[in-house]
């Protein structure tokens, strides 16, 4: 395929039939990614823009490209890609709690995943991989799927496998194109896997006492003593491994251990923090930007990064330099009037925070009545997005329309967003924890409302180094998660929701943080100082 030649069609490329035309956008991003001399391409592209038929269409054209990782950050974003896309060879893998381990019994209630496998405890089992017959497929599930996902050229996976595969397995080969979906959260995936906890419960298993320093120093000096005696007693036990269930888990739990004693011993004290609490130690990089090609970019010529929030913010916190990075801002193709972003500054003033008044919070619920009262009649379904469970609880309480109010604990998120797809409106789901991975398209969601800026607790050793050392940082990671929120209801151009936000901190913050949103989002922002009417399309 040449630039000047025409792109195929989605349907010529074997795509579903649902896929039967490209956008103009999507043209012109195809085109970035295949037609440019950078290593990275940058691709901020709104909702609905259609950013996996590119990856895949990059993957599938790139001159270049011979293998290909789709990288995604969620278990549902791999479900609709391996649904789109399995048609023209995507593989799908995950980790491998998601795969029934068939050398142990169904106990507990459930049937254990290959993650508890007695191969894991130096049992020899004989599904297991035998590093004596390379090249024979083993009858394993998982690394079955594993021995399959090295032989493939298109391969999706998320970031967790991703990383957990390369840094303690085989890993699954080598890629020419690595494309990242929702990589607004590259940065925070990547964050996850390098941080370390080590818990007082952990400590008394390897015969030591908690800590109490602070310095990453004594701790690295610590993990060095502990993971010597702690690797002969794992050996030992892999040597002449336990026949019961409950004496492999122990050996597993060990192993998880020296894991961590060998990363935390290797540590440079300059580049690395530790939050010490009533218990538990964390230790994390004060800049991801340091690792991320060791375990995310693992010098893949080619890399593609899409996602919908995705600023040039997103990209130096992965340490991509500005003279390697094709940057793309692709326009919106929803009307401005479906997507409405309204900030209601009536008066008297409301500032949603830790230090509110009883008056404030009261003014704040009421503000959030008073929306609901204009759209409940009109049968309306919306989403309150609480940001925290104690501003969830406080309106479930008090809210005159707590009836039609659907929520959940830290468990039953999916059990709760089935329950309210599944009702007739009206009704509102109220829940803190939904900004990203779910879509309510349509009927689903009409109206929004964000009850507070989400600028996350700062207060943490870790999270307050990193906000000194960066003082975007904070207001950074609220846009992200604020723009993530507004974008979960308008899926197509025919669909529209409203999006009220009820915090009147976010006057001085969208003009403080304005450079880390999109033009699609700013476009739509509106100011007023009323109780704004139910849209009208």
Not at 297 to 305: A, K, Q, S, T, Y
Not at 352 to 370: G, L
Not at 418 to 434: E, M, T
């Amino acid at each position: 395929m040449s630039k000047h030649a025409p792109l195929p069609t989605p349907v010529e490329l074997g795509f579903p039939p649902k896929f039967r035309e490209w956008y103009g956008e999507q043209v012109e991003a195809i085109d970035r990614c295949v037609f440019n001399d950078r290593r990275f391409t940058a691709l901020a592209m709104p909702t609905g823009a259609g950013k996996s038929p590119v990856g895949v269409a990059t993957a599938l054209l790139h001159p270049d490209v011979r293998r290909a990782l789709y990288l995604t950050s969620t278990k549902g974003l791999q479900d609709q890609l391996e649904q789109d896309f399995n048609p023209v060879g995507l593989f799908d893998l995950r980790g491998a709690r998601n795969y029934p381990c068939e050398a142990l019994e169904f106990r507990y209630g459930r049937q254990p995943g290959c993650d508890e496998g007695p191969c894991h405890s130096g049992v020899t089992c004989p599904l297991a991989p035998d590093r004596k017959q390379l090249g024979i497929r083993p009858d394993c599930q998982y690394y079955g799927r594993v021995f399959d996902a090295r032989r493939r050229t298109l391969v999706s996976t998320n970031f967790a496998m991703y990383f957990a595969g390369e840094e303690y397995a085989e890993g699954l080969g080598q890629f020419d194109l690595l494309i990242i979906d929702e990589a607004h959260e590259a940065d925070k995936e990547l964050e996850a896997f390098l941080t370390l906890e080590i818990t007082s419960e952990e400590t008394r298993n390897i015969g030591s006492q908690f800590l109490g320093s602070v310095r990453v120093e004594d701790w690295r000096d610590w993990a060095t003593f502990y993971k010597q005696t702690l690797a002969m007693k794992v050996e030992q036990q892999e040597a002449f491994p336990p026949s019961t269930y409950e004496g492999q888990r122990e050996t597993r739990r060990l192993k998880a251990i020296l894991a961590k004693l060998k990363r935390l011993s290797v540590v440079l004290p300059v580049d690395w923090i530790a939050d010490i609490g009533e218990g538990v130690a964390k230790f994390a990089p004060m800049k991801i930007a340091a690792y991320a090609e060791q375990h995310l970019f693992r010098g893949i010529p080619h890399v593609v990064l899409m996602s919908a929030t995705l600023t040039r913010k997103t990209t130096q916190l992965l340490g991509i330099r500005p003279t390697d990075l094709e940057f793309w801002e692709c326009p919106s193709r929803f009307p401005v009037l479906h997507r409405p972003v309204i900030s209601v500054n009536t008066s008297p003033t409301v500032r949603v925070d830790a230090r509110m008044s009883d008056d404030t919070k009261y003014m704040w619920m009421r503000r959030i009545d008073r929306l609901i009262d204009a759209r409940r009649p009109l049968g309306w379904k919306g989403i309150i997005h609480t940001v925290s469970y104690v501003r969830m609880r406080e309106l479930l309480t008090a809210s005159e329309h707590r009836d039609i109010m659907i929520t959940h604990d830290t468990a039953g998120t999916r059990e709760a967003i089935r329950i309210f797809k599944q009702s007739a409106g009206p009704c509102l789901l109220v829940s803190p924890s939904i900004v990203t991975g779910y879509d309510f398209p349509d009927d689903e969601c009409r109206y929004s409302i964000i009850g507070k800026v989400p600028l996350p607790d700062m207060r943490g050793a870790i999270m307050k180094a990193r906000g000194e050392f960066d003082k975007e940082y904070s207001g950074y990671l609220a846009m992200q998660k604020l723009v993530q929120a507004c974008g979960r209801a308008v899926r197509n151009p025919y669909d529209w929701c409203e999006t009220l936000i009820v915090d009147d901190h976010f006057l001085w913050f969208i003009r403080k943080y304005r450079k880390h949103a999109p033009r699609w989002f700013l476009d739509a922002i509106e100011y007023v100082e009323c109780f704004p009417e139910p849209l009208e399309v």
